[in-house]
């Protein structure tokens, strides 16, 4: 079974703090994907990424960047964590475009 | 621009029965169809995938099926038991290989 790990399950950070959310997957999947989901706004793309060194845009970049040097792992980071980047945050992978996607288990963060 | 959207927003039935769910499309133009389940607080789960050149797909108890001409799909669910309990969600895969995605159906199973 594809198994996509995200590091934590619940954070609490401060605001104005570098937060680093982390998204493992172990089955050389070549897409990876940040999201977030909101009561109300339904799951909205930060970031994706196609490809190792790749990264793209979402919908809501804003107050986000990512990293992914390596293929298995992608990473969202918060530059300054803000009130309203309180959220549950999901990381997806796929093989290719137009096969099935698969998710982590999700990280509550919470921003005080 | 693609919109998906599901209906009902919540739905609770009695433990086995057979229940249906509901999602529909805009624009026919995709590649495929997920369905998915969330359990409160957790990540979620694939439960079927459609390719846009199929009309159904089946695992176990779950059966989902796609009209892509009329821009719906259903997922089937035989028997229906408690721990069947969760939110339902639905994502098509748009012309641009982007997950475009419902807003979701919260069923209740009831003992």
């Known amino acids: 079974d594809v198994k996509v790990t995200q590091s934590s399950r619940y954070l609490v950070k401060r605001t104005g703090e570098k937060v680093f959310l982390e998204c493992v997957q172990d089955?050389?999947?070549?897409?990876m994907f940040w999201y977030r989901q909101d009561p109300g706004l339904g799951l909205r793309l930060i970031y994706f990424?196609?490809?190792?060194?790749?990264?793209e845009k979402g919908d809501i970049p804003e107050g986000y960047s990512v990293s992914r040097e390596k293929k298995e792992r992608f990473s969202l980071i918060l530059e300054s964590a803000s009130t309203n980047q309180t959220s549950m945050y999901l990381c997806a992978s796929r093989i290719t475009p137009n096969t099935e996607a698969f998710f982590g288990q999700g990280t509550r963060l919470t921003v005080v | 621009k693609q919109e998906v959207t599901q209906i009902p927003a919540a739905l609770s039935v009695p433990e086995g029965e057979n229940l249906v769910l509901n999602c529909s499309f805009t624009?026919?133009?995709?590649?495929?169809l997920q369905w998915f389940r969330q359990d409160p607080g957790k990540g979620l789960t694939s439960l079927l995938l459609i390719q846009s050149s199929q009309r159904e797909q089946t695992s176990g108890r779950l059966n989902a099926s796609l009209d892509k001409s009329s821009g719906r799909s259903t997922l089937y669910i035989a028997a229906s038991q408690p721990g069947d309990s969760a939110t339902y969600l639905c994502?098509?895969?748009?012309?641009?290989?982007?997950?475009?995605w419902g807003a979701g159906t919260k069923l209740i199973i009831k003992p």
């Open positions: 089955m050389d999947h070549e897409n």
């Open positions: 624009d026919s133009a995709i590649y495929n």
């Open positions: 994502a098509v895969l748009d012309s641009n290989y982007q997950l475009i």
């Open positions: 990424s196609y490809d190792v060194k790749m990264k």
